[in-house]
């Protein structure tokens, strides 16, 4: 590693062995997402496709009673799906908020609203009352399909006039069609598929606009890279409301023709039992979720997998070290994000370098800023901007110096050797990266600074062994008050935030550190030794 950009391309593409050494991409026609998975699940409508995670984890498809959703059965329930949601009203680029545990009804119901033309808006289940009334009020959606407890009524007091039905569509009514019902997979490369929220380099969560050719570009990117068929099974424990598990495992799978085995939540036996039991071939995860395999007595049922993925958050050198030492292979470290799908990723033949994300994927093109090394990306996974918000758009993307396309601003900063493979360095945005969540941590001091005892609070993230980056606040107490422990802080802001965003650790400060324009200084935060 140089540890600079040195002699390293200033912009480079990508060069995966013997898959394609171009950045040149053509996607599958019709350009669509819907339309290549439709292509891709015609054919062998028998073929196991999604198992449902309701189904116990010890009944393999063989046995007859299995609980796998064949590939023709998913077209069909997505058909029929789709069309009880035209019949309730719902007319492409309708934005439909689609959140719950995994399960083949979510998956349907997301795939439904695709095929429909509908603008998927996939939400976190741990989201509380504020945080869903942001997303609701951003993006307007006419329709949620939500499987929480509570959800029901808490949207429709957000909004009287959203239809709520669950992601099996209950609720939602029987209607027929008036007018002929819908045409299905209709909608073009251009059209928008998901909107997915994060806060990007700055500000509140915005709407990430991906258009259907993104979201295919994105899944066919990796498809290509890591050589993924329809002989793969992927154990996929990662929530569909994120882009590792649904733009890459949900998306994948389908475009593929390969098959999944669903989990609601993260468990390492239940894993490690269902990639045994249902003959799997991929695992992807976050690295909290490798670290708690690591040590596991079966961990070295993963070297028996095809392939394992890791990203959301640094793979740091000596978890990729150990799990190589005790599986016999090494996990593959990939880089994306929530507005680019994926980016860069290790070789899935040659090196997959600890510490290191690896070279740009098929299609996508990346440089480093010449002024600090921000990573820019482009190409034709890059979506298309932030809902509602031009200027935070134009924020976004960087002049080509050439005059070419312009660049996306990842917000990320980076490092490239010699030989290609970059590596992140640090962030440019203000960012906490918790278990491969996102954590906006001016989002949390907002919260927190409404409690008495709090004149004045700034979280920041510390290294954490299992969270990779844990939230801890650092509190000017209020005069009069006591400093209050973490618990009391945590119980008073979960009215507000997400668990994931609540602090681990409360650190008393006498004064916050600031610059001279009085913003704080985030990075000058320090624990106490
Ligand atoms: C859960 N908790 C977390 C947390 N997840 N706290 C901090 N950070 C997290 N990530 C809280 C719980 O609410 C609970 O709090 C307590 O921690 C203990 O929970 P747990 O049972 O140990 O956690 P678990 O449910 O097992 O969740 C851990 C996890 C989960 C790693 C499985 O966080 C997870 O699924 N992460 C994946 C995130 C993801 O998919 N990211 C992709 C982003 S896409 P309490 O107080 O209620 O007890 C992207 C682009 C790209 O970034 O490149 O992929
Ligand atoms: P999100 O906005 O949730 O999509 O998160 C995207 C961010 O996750 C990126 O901008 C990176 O900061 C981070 N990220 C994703 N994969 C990796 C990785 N392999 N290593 C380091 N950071 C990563």
Redesign the pocket.
């Known amino acids: 590693m140089s540890g600079s950009t040195g002699g390293a391309p200033r912009h480079w593409s990508a060069h995966v062995p013997g898959a394609e050494g171009s950045s040149t991409f053509d996607l599958p026609e019709p350009g669509t997402l819907v339309g290549a998975w439709t292509a891709a699940l015609i054919p062998e409508p028998d073929r196991p496709l999604l198992l449902d995670p309701s189904v116990a984890p010890s009944v393999a498809p063989s046995d007859g009673a299995d609980g796998w959703t064949t590939r023709g059965a998913f077209l069909d329930r997505t058909a029929a799906a789709a069309v009880r949601l035209h019949a309730a009203g719902l007319r492409p680029g309708d934005r439909v908020l689609v959140s719950g545990p995994s399960s083949v009804d979510l998956a349907v119901a997301h795939v439904a609203c695709l095929r429909l033309g509908l603008v998927v808006v996939p939400t976190n289940g741990?989201y509380m009352e504020a945080e869903l009334a942001h997303v609701v009020a951003d993006c307007t959606p006419s329709a949620a399909l939500v499987d929480h407890d509570g959800w029901a009524d808490l949207l429709q007091a957000l909004d009287g006039d959203l239809l709520v039905a669950t992601t099996s569509l209950d609720g939602l009514g029987d209607g027929a069609a008036t007018d002929g019902g819908p045409v299905l997979d209709a909608v073009g490369p251009d059209d928008p598929a998901i909107i997915g929220y994060t806060s990007g380099t700055t500000g509140r969560p915005k709407g990430a606009v991906l258009t259907q050719a993104n979201l295919l570009a994105g899944a066919q990117a990796v498809r290509v890279a890591w050589r993924w068929t329809d002989a793969d099974r992927l154990v996929l424990c990662?929530?569909l409301f994120?882009?590792?598990?649904l733009g890459?495992g949900l998306h994948g799978t389908l475009l593929a023709g390969a098959s999944a085995v669903l989990q609601a939540?993260?468990d390492p036996d239940a894993v490690l039992d269902a990639l045994v039991d249902h003959d799997a071939t991929l695992f992807f995860g976050?690295p909290?979720?490798y670290h708690r395999l690591a040590d596991h007595e079966r961990v070295s049922l993963l070297g028996g997998l095809r392939l394992c993925v890791a990203?959301?958050a640094p793979l740091s050198a000596d978890l990729h070290r150990r799990l190589a030492e005790a599986t016999g292979a090494a996990v593959l470290e990939r880089?994306?994000?929530?507005e680019t799908v994926?980016l860069v990723s290790n070789p899935y033949d040659g090196e997959r370098r600890p510490g290191s994300v690896g070279i740009p994927l098929p299609g996508v093109e990346a440089r480093l800023d010449a002024d600090g090394g921000e990573i820019l990306v482009r190409g034709p996974n890059v979506f298309a901007g932030y809902w509602e918000r031009p200027e935070a758009t134009a924020e976004a993307f960087a002049d080509d110096p050439d005059g070419g396309d312009p660049w996306f601003r990842t917000g990320d900063l980076g490092a490239v050797d010699d030989d290609g493979y970059l590596s992140i360095v640090g962030r440019a945005k203000e960012l906490i990266i918790?278990?491969?969540?996102?954590v906006y941590p001016r989002e949390v001091d907002d919260a927190l600074a409404l409690h008495p005892a709090v004149a004045e609070v700034a979280v920041a993230g510390v290294p954490s062994e299992e969270?990779g980056e844990e939230v801890v606040a650092w509190v000017v107490v209020a005069d009069g008050h006591e400093c209050p422990d973490v618990g009391v802080l945590?119980d008073f802001a979960r009215d507000h935030l997400a668990?994931?965003k609540?602090p681990r650790r409360v650190v008393p400060i006498d004064a916050l550190p600031r610059n001279a324009l009085g913003k704080v200084t985030r990075h000058e935060l320090r624990l106490p030794d």
């Open positions: 741990s990662l929530p994120h882009m590792h598990g890459v939540g993260y976050v909290t979720m990203g959301s880089y994306g994000m929530t994926m918790s278990g491969g969540f996102n969270w945590r668990a994931y609540l």
